[in-house]
């Protein structure tokens, strides 16, 4: 085992010296060690309730034969973060996390590895950490929260909050309203309700097979997560026997069928950021252009917030992402998951219990799948667009340039009502570098939305979108403006011409007219001068290669 190296030997007396001062007995010790890696905390609250599934996975560790441990790794809320300095440190977080598992893995030699997550950047964090350690390892995401509710309508955070307040600066609701849906749109622990990033995420950890079958739906507070939480733990002490590693598991055909199943959801945009940097832990390249292809031929079968009517329940209530992959069958490959059992044979064995809510391939709500890759002038190496959460009128759209050097800029300008019909919102110097951190956006876009401008006004940014972000907003615009890329050189009033279908971006300029621009551009002083952050700035690559360190 690999904690022989702490366990075994005259020379590892006061190694075990130690490991008896945390209540280990001998016996015990014999028995595989098995981290819990849990991102509990008070701050978050689809982490909330991870007490309890600690303690269910604890119980299935000592069943199972194993010996837990459980160890804290930090975790930030987006939404909380959201809308001002704190979300600089939101993408960051993700490489500080798969550090700080990591660190503790190697240097307490342990066998394998329960990686209890959630949210946005903890879970690809985690799965980081779980490909570069090549550990047995098994992921618990704790899950959905349930859907709020305002007399008999039901409410969700991205509706019911960040939208309401363009609805409120619109008079459409008023302050008591407002208030009403504050303290009813998130009732309780989990993940917020729709397929945003943490959603998203979990349906790709248990696509790619790194969670057993159910796990990304079952919701935080049901009964039903906590016996797949007390199977974990029984489950990863049968793969440290048989030394099945995530390697093993997350093959270049797992991220492809990751890759399908978040394509026929229409998940957030935020996986073209992790599915690479998860990808590139396993020595495998997954390039935007791949996640393009295959959403080109993968059907849209759901129709999930925030641009669909279903919850996350719902999903669950249907089948969850077995019954997804039973409606992919034809399209993934198969391989080996962390249950034992093979991709397809869960694909198989699942029936959608509802035709609508996971609808047949056939009748599919979008011949195409969730986020198209959009090239040209403007983005030479790529941008993202959720484009089933854009409306038909959208799909080509031509308008004046509204440039802004920061979210908070735009964001003004949105609320005050300068921005009209026809404009292209230009939020520049938040990508990776410049940012730095490349924040999410989805407070303006949802003002946006709340405002009545999804159907006139478009948003193209070097920086990045909530899972909760509808519209025509095109994100992770590479190179970014700190880079020099062309979205630097956007001037007020250039016409940008949007083509989805045609997988194009570009600024109608000439390529004599942006040279000029481009000799007249000096690079800004950075943001952040202090801190991490301010190495992170300097180590971290484009968003087109998932914004990886060096």
């Given amino acids: 085992m690999r904690s022989d190296r702490i366990k075994k030997g005259i020379e590892r007396a006061p190694n075990r010296a130690l490991l008896f001062a945390t209540g280990i007995t001998r016996k015990e010790l014999a028995k595989p060690l ?23 996975i604890e119980k299935g560790v000592h069943a199972g034969g194993g010996y837990s441990f459980v160890f804290g790794i930090p975790g930030i809320c987006d939404g909380i973060a959201m809308g001002h300095g704190g979300m600089h440190y939101s993408l960051p977080s993700r490489e500080l996390i798969a550090d700080m598992v990591e660190s503790i893995t190697l240097a ?19 799965l980081m950490a779980a490909a570069r350690l090549d550990v047995p390892t098994l992921v618990v995401t704790a899950g959905p929260m349930l859907s709020g509710r305002l007399g008999m309508e039901r409410q969700n955070l991205v509706t019911g909050t960040f939208e309401a307040v363009g609805r409120y600066r619109k008079g459409e609701i008023n302050e008591k309203e407002l208030c009403a849906l504050e303290e009813c749109a998130c009732p309780g622990p989990g993940a917020c309700q729709g397929l945003y990033t943490a959603n998203t995420m979990a349906c790709v950890t248990e696509a790619m ?20 939480a007390y199977e974990s733990g029984v489950r990863v002490v049968e793969l440290v026997k048989k030394d099945v590693t995530p390697r093993k598991i997350m093959t270049k055909t797992a991220f492809e069928n990751a890759i399908t199943v978040d394509m026929a959801l229409g998940g957030s945009t935020n996986t073209c950021l992790h599915i690479p940097a998860i990808a590139h832990e396993a020595g495998i390249d997954i390039p935007l252009s791949a996640i393009d292809e295959i959403s080109k031929k993968t059907p849209h079968i759901t129709d999930l917030l925030p641009a669909g009517k279903y919850y996350m329940e719902d999903l669950d209530a249907a089948g969850g992402i077995p019954a997804v992959m039973g409606r992919l069958l034809s399209r993934l490959k198969d391989g080996i998951t962390v249950s034992g059992f093979k ?30 890759v959009l090239t040209g002038n403007l983005a030479p190496l790529g941008s993202v667009i959720k484009q089933t959460a854009v409306s038909e009128k959208m799909m080509k759209f031509k308008g004046r340039a509204r440039c802004f050097d920061s979210e908070e800029d735009a964001m003004a300008a949105i609320l005050s009502g300068k921005i009209k019909s026809g404009d292209v919102i230009v939020i520049r110097y938040e990508g990776p570098k410049g940012g730095p951190g490349m ?13 009545g401008l999804a159907d006139s006004v478009a948003l193209i940014t070097d920086g990045r979108f909530s899972g909760g972000t509808q519209g025509p907003c095109i994100g ?24 989805i279908p045609a997988r194009k971006l570009e600024l109608k300029v000439s390529k004599t007219e942006l040279a000029k621009r481009m000799k007249l551009w000096k690079k800004p002083e950075p943001k952040i001068k202090t801190g991490w952050l301010a190495r992170y700035s300097r180590m971290v690559t484009s968003a087109n290669t998932g914004a990886v360190m060096k």
């Fill in 343 to 372: 991709v397809k044979e869960i694909a198989r064995g699942a029936k959608p219990e509802s035709d609508e809510i996971i609808r047949t391939v056939e009748r599919a709500y979008h011949k195409e799948g969730g986020i198209a």
């Fill in 209 to 228: 097979g790194m969670s057993l079958p159910g796990c990304a739906t079952a919701l935080a507070v049901s009964s039903k997560k906590r016996r797949i």
């Fill in 108 to 126: 307490n030699a342990l066998d394998g590895l329960v990686l209890l997550t959630n949210c946005d950047k903890i879970t690809p964090g985690m």
């Fill in 476 to 499: 992770h615009v590479s190179p970014e403006a700190m880079e020099g890329g062309p979205i630097a050189l956007i001037k007020d009033g250039d016409e940008i011409a949007i083509d």
């Fill in 34 to 56: 098995i981290g819990i890696a849990s991102s509990f905390t008070d701050l978050i609250p689809g982490h909330i309730g991870m007490r309890d599934l600690e303690r269910y």
């Fill in 439 to 451: 924040r999410e956006m989805l407070s303006p876009t949802a003002a946006i939305v709340g405002m």
